[in-house]
């Protein structure tokens, strides 16, 4: 097997003058050849003065190469697209499989024999797995880690569940302004992601569970020496690889992708990993099943308790062991024979850890968070293909119930007639025109705020429902990635006001309580779908990406599926 920089030499039709030219301008950079006879670690650097979230990475990066160094490697470090939630428009999702084509093909282009990924916020770790799927050179991710907490005239805060609940508190005048500019300076105490489980932790916690990331460096604090140290290892053990690796494609087989499901469950984590993972699942030539998903969170109980479905914050979560100790309630659901990147099995994780002196922020089994897991698949007449709910962090008083549909064609629609007087805490919110290609880009506008009025009055949750995303820092009895999308011809489309929905969460049911004969009328009359955009990246999404149950990938990068 090629190595080193003869590693996928350009082409001039003399594969003898490549190798002579790639070194010449190597060395312009200062390189011995000691140097360049090494092994080669590529390190992807995802830093950005707009990423927050990666403000660390500089300082991981240091610590990576230092340990492929003392490994005997060679760190090479190029540059990679970087995400962060809050400053992409017109959202994260959008650019999500541009930065998985651009870190698959750098990673490709480039010489390497194994490649460190750094990432955190939401989008940037899936769509680095994503690419990692679809490439032949053994990777490993190394997560930036979670915020520091803040405080606020005694409360501990961390973003981001409570920005949205604090905000809540604010458009229902408990709050004032003066006191809510106080709070924006003391949600995001320091660089890093989230410090719930949202997205971001989801993601990071479910690479290490499948075997792509090192033990603990699912949940180390950004700030924290630690999170250092797990850096240089990370730089060893990709050294290692370049002999030893798997690629991420012989690391994720079904038994290691079914412990991504279990752990999910588990952790209480973001509805938008289930997004993720079925793009992950199709970059393997596979389908998520749905199904199974669900019946999967029928055995597992929520264990951590973590916001938004529990009360703690990630540094209590790592500091009761993270996710080797998780793992280690679960092991009669796991399968702990699954292989990892860096070598050893799953089980090599929880085989040798310390006493147990905690039992509150990750709960024995028999004291869970919840006695099923946290999300839960709907389907019905309004879902075809599905819909989702976390219904860990739903009201239990609202997980059944039937109510008049209040319909909002747009995000932009939503925005102007939310503070509808008329509308009352039993109606069904209804958004449409949401979803991968009617936002386009499946924002994060599920999570459909209680109208002002309800709001003033303690309403704190209401039935809503869209073919959206919402933020996994985000609660509510909200069911999102409604399949087929109205603006793909699912019958989202075809819901009027006035309408009755019946949500019924225990039985897995999303129904529009009209006859079957109407729905057909109301669909066969649905205006024609718009024209796709004119050019450039937003006419390439919109022809390609895929449905949620599919992950949004664009449906050129999934593998040939698997036959047999």
């Known amino acids: 097997m090629t190595r080193g920089l003869r590693r996928r030499l350009t082409s001039y039709g003399d594969q003898d003058f490549s190798l002579f030219l790639r070194k010449a301008f190597i060395k312009a950079m200062g390189y011995s050849d000691d140097a360049l006879d090494r092994p080669i670690v590529g390190i992807a650097n995802t830093y950005s003065d707009y990423n927050p979230c990666h403000g660390n990475v500089p300082q991981l990066i240091e610590a990576a190469k230092r340990g492929v160094m003392l490994a005997g490697g060679m760190p090479m470090v190029f540059p990679t697209m970087s995400i962060h939630e809050s400053f992409a428009s017109p959202t994260s999702m959008f650019l999500r499989n541009l930065m998985a084509m651009e870190t698959e093909e750098m990673v490709r282009a480039q010489p390497m024999d194994s490649v460190i990924l750094i990432g955190g916020c939401d989008k940037t770790i899936p769509a680095q797995v994503m690419a990692a799927a679809s490439s032949e050179v053994p990777a490993i991710i190394l997560p930036t880690g979670p915020m520091d907490t803040g405080n606020h005239r005694g409360e501990r805060l961390g973003a981001c569940t409570d920005c949205r609940r604090l905000w809540a508190q604010f458009r229902a005048d408990t709050i004032d302004e003066a006191e809510i500019n106080e709070i924006n300076g003391r949600l995001a105490s320091s660089v890093g992601t989230c410090t ?12 290490e569970a499948m075997g792509l990331a090192l033990p603990m460096s699912g949940s180390a604090p950004a700030t924290s020496s630690e999170r250092f140290r797990l850096a240089e ?19 994720l087989t079904p038994q290691a992708l079914r412990n991504g499901l279990v752990t999910l469950q588990a952790l209480g984590g973001s509805t938008n990993a289930v997004v993720h993972l079925a793009a992950i699942y199709g970059r393997l030539g596979k389908k998520l099943d749905m199904a199974e998903f669900d019946a999967i969170g029928k055995q597992v109980p929520v264990l951590v308790d973590l916001k938004p479905s529990g009360s703690g914050y990630m540094g209590e979560f790592h500091a009761a062991g993270g996710v080797p100790r998780l793992l280690s309630e679960l092991t009669d659901l796991l399968d702990l024979t699954a292989p990892r990147a860096f070598g050893g099995t799953l089980g090599d994780a929880v085989g040798n850890l310390p006493s147990r002196y905690e039992t509150q922020i990750i709960r024995p089994r028999e004291n869970p968070i919840s006695a099923s897991g946290a999300i839960a698949v709907l389907s019905g007449n309004l879902a075809p293909r599905g819909a989702v709910i976390k219904h860990s962090a739903a009201d239990p008083k609202l997980q059944v119930h039937e109510g008049r549909a209040v319909v909002f064609d747009s995000v932009q629609d939503m925005t102007e007639r939310l503070e509808d007087p008329t509308i009352t805490a039993d109606d069904v919110l209804v958004l449409r025109n949401a979803g991968p290609k009617g936002a386009p880009g499946m924002p994060e506008a599920g999570y459909i705020p209680i109208p002002r009025h309800l709001a003033r009055q303690g309403v704190k949750d209401m039935v ?37 929905i019946r949500l019924d969460v225990p039985n897995r049911c999303l129904e529009l309580l009209i006859d079957a004969t109407e729905l057909d009328t109301r669909m066969a009359t649905l205006p024609p779908p718009p024209p796709s955009p004119p050019r450039g990246y937003a006419q390439l999404y919109d022809r390609h990406v895929t449905q949620a149950d599919d992950g949004l990938d664009f449906d050129f990068l999934v593998a040939a599926k698997e036959h047999g």
């Open 196 to 207: 719930v489980m949202g997205t971001a932790s989801t993601m990071a916690a479910l690479v």
């Open 233 to 251: 290892e990370t730089g060893r053990a990709a050294v290692a690889m370049t002999e030893t690796g798997l690629t991420t494609a012989e690391v």
């Open 464 to 500: 809503r429902l869209s073919d959206a995303r919402m933020s996994g820092t985000a609660f509510g009895t909200v069911v999102l990635h409604i399949t087929p999308e109205s603006a793909d011809g699912g019958p989202l489309a075809a819901v009027r006001t006035g309408d009755r």
